[in-house]
């Protein structure tokens, strides 16, 4: 059974067989050709239609995306991305939509059965009878079911009525005049767009048909480059300054600057920018940048502003000073500088620098400075960068203060909050200073005695040494020695050391000196040169004999005993206001005016024992001094060394007993009877101090006039041995001026004269000075042998006294008479020595000092020479290693000399 039932072209059945014959060869029968061309007509155009159709959509879509860049463009800065994405799209129906459009229409409808359903959907009719007579082409029966003319007249009637039809009508509905129409506004307003700003379009078409390529966005308004990032000032108001470029070719009024939420930031054009004034930001936020079509995302970093965390500077010294380079720390801004110096600075800070500057030099005085002043005012310049480093280059320091100034900038553009200020004050290499300390400015000794004496000299830029250096000064009273000049290297310098300083023990005899008076200072000096040595305020030393020394104990000795006379003035006022304080009944003593009257009479009583305590002290120096002289009697020391001990029991021990009781005495709460018992008590014990420094005083009376008569016998000895020393110069020139007249004597002769009879005539002085001291002794002692001499020096019944013959024989010196002179100095030398030994017989005798009776010595003066030779053994032993300091010191100065 057949389901489906074909019919013929023609629409009849075609005829069942009614018996089976064997198979024959199937009979084709090809469509008419009218029909072929008819329908190949049909197809091209078909073809040529749905083929433009294609070639349009893709010319659109390329057009309409590049168009679309172009006017994104312009409105807002376009990604990569974006521009990728509208470039597939465009791209997208040439690439996609066409392939899948002439695949539908070209290669869908490329045989008559696809062409003839496309008609049939116009013309129905038409178009199935063309799928009929296809059919029957497409069958392979035999011949004998069906004519073949039958089937080529149906083929043939169908070919006649497609002809009769307009195929043309057939076609599918075309959008190509819409399509030819869009893409002519397209590519005229593509043209107009290269009309009017051909830059721009071919910049949009770069763009576009390259979008990761990193081709820069065209804009009328063109701005200066600005960073993507941009580090600002922490916690600071920015200005933004956005510049127009200068091939620009739209300049805008305004521009605006938005950062999130914040109202936007408009300024107006000036000087061919825009300012744009920024809050303070202390957090990373992101601003957007619009000037006309111009537009820029810029990421604001607030970042600190660069410190300075050091700031160096090497010096460089005068070559004269010979001093190694210094690094100086400038953090306090304030430095000194040695006129010549060169200073070379450095600046380090707490990130890297970009750039940094110094100066200008700004003087402090400008009325001071010369036009040619180092270095020259407003004096600037750039600074070497080395990371986080800046370097000066070395600037010459000339004589005048002056300010300095620096100024640095990171590496992301900030610069320091404020300039950094140096002051440099220049200070000129002043003169070393030189001191010698250790005694007084004036100082008598003997020779053999040691004083320790501190040398030190300072300086601001190097010493060279330090010496001691002393002068000598001839005196007409001593002839025994001649005056000293010398030095010692005490230390050496070098070009750092600021301060040297030496103690020296300083002997006079150790040095080969003798009496005489010196002058002893530091010198020092520096390293400028032709500058003189710098030398300390002198000390000066008498060197004295020891004659001139006793005679300088005897007048310390004599203030002593005046300031204790004075002493002991004082206690019997004390006492005697003491004893009418006494006479008052207790309740008057309780008063408050007499308690204060005994409170005053303590307090004296306190000052009184401290003068005592002083004397004491001198004394015991006077002691000491007599010990090391050497010729003052042991009768002389041992009174004085009682009146010391005296002294210091009563400054120790007694007076201050008076004084306890009279503290006691005005206490406020002691009944007026133990006021008065304690006032009872003061003056006994008042009584007997007083009596106790009137003994001392008695004491020192006694030791001070034995004394006094020593100096007569050694100062008479004295003035012989320098009419002796006289005498012997006077023989000696003798030999080569006897008899000649002073008119043609060789001045050098002369001269030795005219200084011998200047010596003369100082010996005279004193042997006048002896007289009134003999004579002023003479009247407090009333002893006859101070009397006696005193009238042989003045007797003149042998034709004239010693003071008148000495006068004439300074005439005869004038005059060269030396013979005549020789037998004058000799005649009073003898004179002077036969009175020193009367002095001294009648000393032994008793008559001016105390002497032993009988054979046995007194214990007490045994014990006190015992002392007085263990004292001077200990002095001279100290003396010994004294000198032997000295020599010590004297040889390494040696070799320190040149």
Not at 801 to 812: C, Q, T, W
């Amino acid at each position: 059974m057949h389901s489906h039932i074909r019919t013929d072209a023609l629409g009849y059945f075609p005829q069942q067989p009614t018996m089976s014959f064997p198979p024959v060869k199937p009979h084709e029968t090809d469509i008419p050709e009218s029909l072929k061309k008819l329908l190949a007509q049909y197809r091209r155009k078909l073809w040529r239609t749905k083929m433009s159709e294609a070639a349009l959509a893709s010319l659109i879509g390329l057009i309409f995306s590049f168009l679309v860049v172009f006017v994104l463009d312009r409105l807002t800065p376009t990604t990569a991305g974006l521009r990728l994405l509208i470039l597939i799209l465009g791209a997208s129906l040439s690439g996609l939509f066409a392939p899948w459009w002439l695949r539908r229409w070209v290669w869908g409808h490329r045989h008559e059965n696809d062409l003839a359903r496309l008609i049939s959907r116009q013309h129905p009719d038409l178009g199935d009878r063309l799928l009929g007579i296809l059919e029957l082409r497409d069958q392979h029966e035999q011949a004998e079911s069906l004519s073949p003319r039958l089937r080529i007249a149906a083929m043939e009637a169908v070919a006649q009525e497609a002809q009769q039809r307009d195929l043309a009508a057939a076609q599918p509905r075309s959008w190509i005049r819409k399509a030819l129409l869009f893409a002519a506004l397209l590519i005229v307003t593509a043209c107009c767009a290269f009309w009017y700003s051909p830059q721009a379009s071919w910049n949009s078409l770069r763009r576009w048909a390259l979008p990761l390529d990193e081709t820069e966005r065209f804009t009328f308004t063109k701005i200066e480059p600005l960073p993507a990032q941009w580090i600002i000032a922490h916690g600071e108001a920015t200005t933004l300054r956005a510049k127009l470029a200068t091939d620009t070719t739209w300049r805008p009024a305004q521009g605006e600057v938005r950062m999130g939420q914040r109202k936007p930031f408009v300024a107006s054009i000036s000087d061919g920018g825009y300012d744009f004034v920024l809050p303070a930001l202390t957090q990373k936020t992101s601003l957007t940048l619009r000037i006309g079509d111009a537009q820029q995302q810029i990421e604001l970093i607030p970042t600190h502003r660069p410190t300075i965390q050091q700031a160096t500077a090497e010096l460089r010294y005068p070559s004269y000073l010979q001093r190694q380079n210094q690094n100086i720390d400038l953090t306090m801004g304030v430095v000194s500088a040695v006129e010549g110096s060169e200073w070379q600075w450095t600046l380090t800070a707490d990130r890297p620098l970009k750039e940094a500057r110094f100066g200008p030099v700004r003087y402090l005085n400008p009325k001071e400075v010369a036009d040619d002043a180092i270095p020259a005012a407003g004096f600037s310049g750039a600074m070497k960068i080395d990371q986080q480093r800046a370097s000066s280059p070395s600037v010459p320091i000339g004589s005048q203060s002056f300010d300095v100034s620096f100024a640095w900038t990171d590496v992301h553009g900030l610069q320091g909050k404020r300039p950094w200020k140096l002051r440099l004050d220049v200070v000129a290499d002043q003169a070393p200073s030189a001191y010698l300390q250790g005694t007084e400015r004036q100082h008598v000794m003997l020779p053999e005695e040691t004083i320790d004496l501190e040398a030190s000299a300072e300086d601001d830029f190097g010493l060279r040494e330090l010496t001691l250096e002393w002068q000598g000064e001839s005196s007409l009273k001593s002839s025994s020695s001649s005056p000293v000049n010398g030095k010692m290297v005490l230390q050496p310098g070098s070009p750092n050391a600021q301060k040297l300083a030496k103690s020296i023990p300083f002997c006079p005899a150790t040095l080969g000196m003798g009496p005489q008076k010196l002058l002893v200072r530091s010198v020092t000096n520096d390293f400028l040169p032709d500058r003189p040595p710098t030398f300390s305020e002198p000390i000066t030393l008498f060197i004295l004999t020891r004659d001139e020394h006793a005679q300088m104990l005897k007048n310390q000795f004599d203030r002593v005993v005046g300031e204790l006379e004075d002493a002991t003035r004082r206690e019997q006022n004390a006492f005697e206001e003491n004893q009418r304080i006494d006479r008052l009944n207790p309740e008057e003593l309780q008063r408050e005016e007499n308690r204060k009257r005994l409170e005053a009479q303590q307090k004296a009583e306190q000052e009184n024992a401290q003068r005592l305590e002083q004397l004491e002290k001198r004394m015991e120096q006077l002691l000491q001094g007599a010990t090391r002289n050497g010729e003052i009697d042991k009768q002389t020391m041992k009174q004085m060394a009682e009146a010391m001990k005296s002294l210091g029991e009563l400054s120790r021990e007694d007076m201050p007993k008076v004084e306890k009781n009279l503290g006691e005495s005005h206490q406020p709460n002691n009944t007026p009877e133990q006021a008065k018992q304690e006032l009872k008590k003061a003056l006994a014990e008042q009584k007997k101090v007083l009596e106790k420094m009137q003994q001392t005083l008695e004491q020192s009376r006694d030791a001070n006039q034995n004394m006094e008569a020593s100096t007569f016998v050694n100062r008479l000895k004295k003035a012989a041995s320098e009419l002796d020393a006289i005498s012997a110069s006077l023989i000696e020139s003798s030999e080569e001026a006897a008899g000649l007249s002073h008119l043609v004597v060789d001045p050098r002769i002369l001269s030795q004269l005219t200084k011998l009879e200047q010596r003369l005539s100082s010996n005279a002085s004193d042997i006048r000075w002896i007289q009134e001291d003999l004579g002023h002794f003479f009247t407090r002692t009333n002893q006859p042998v101070y009397q006696k001499i005193l009238d042989a020096m003045r007797d003149s019944s042998a034709g004239a006294n010693i003071d008148g013959s000495l006068e004439g024989m300074r005439d005869l010196l004038k005059n060269n008479q030396t013979f005549r002179s020789i037998q004058t100095a000799s005649y009073w030398s003898d004179q002077l020595k036969s009175w020193a030994k009367m002095l001294d017989d009648s000393k032994d005798s008793g008559d001016g000092g105390g002497g032993g009776e009988g054979g046995g010595g007194n214990p007490e003066d045994e014990d006190f020479e015992f002392m007085l030779r263990v004292m001077k053994m200990i002095q001279k032993e100290q003396d010994l290693r004294n000198a032997t300091r000295a020599l010590e010191e004297l040889k390494r100065s040696a070799q320190l000399s040149p």
